[in-house]
């Protein structure tokens, strides 16, 4: 069975910095695309970050975000600098059967097979 389980969530002041990680468990995503989302109160999921052999963001994070994998772990990371009150939601992880995606399948809720139960970000202004 596989689970993806996300932590590193908290309570953080603007301009601050958190690293979330989804550790997995029940296969090996090693080369696996996984992508990070988010959703706030009252909206949609939405895409933030998702790695294969590259990376890929969206342009509310670039430059601010970035994703990494560690395989011998079976976790990606995500880091979070220069945080915003707009960051605040629940962060999700998710995983693909694929080992490769572009455009749309990178970015889509849809198109991942597996979520984490997600955890809390609140960023105080």
């Known amino acids: 069975q596989v689970q993806l389980v996300e932590s590193g969530g908290g309570l953080v002041q603007a301009g601050g910095s958190l690293r979330l990680s989804c550790a997995a468990s029940g296969r090996t995503f090693s080369t696996n695309v996984m992508g990070w989302f988010r959703q706030a109160p009252g909206n949609e999921r939405e895409f933030v970050a998702a790695?294969?052999?590259?990376?890929y963001y969206a342009d509310s994070v670039k430059g601010r975000f970035t994703i990494s994998r560690d395989n011998t772990k079976n976790t990606v990371y995500l880091q979070m600098n220069s945080l915003k009150p707009e960051d605040t939601a629940v962060y999700y992880c998710?995983?693909?059967?694929?080992?490769?995606?572009?455009?749309?399948?990178?970015?889509?809720?849809?198109?991942?097979?597996?979520w984490g139960q997600g955890t809390q970000v609140t960023v105080s202004s």
């Open positions: 790695i294969t052999t590259r990376t």
């Open positions: 998710a995983a693909q059967m694929r080992d490769y995606c572009s455009g749309y399948v990178c970015y889509g809720p849809p198109w991942y097979d597996y």
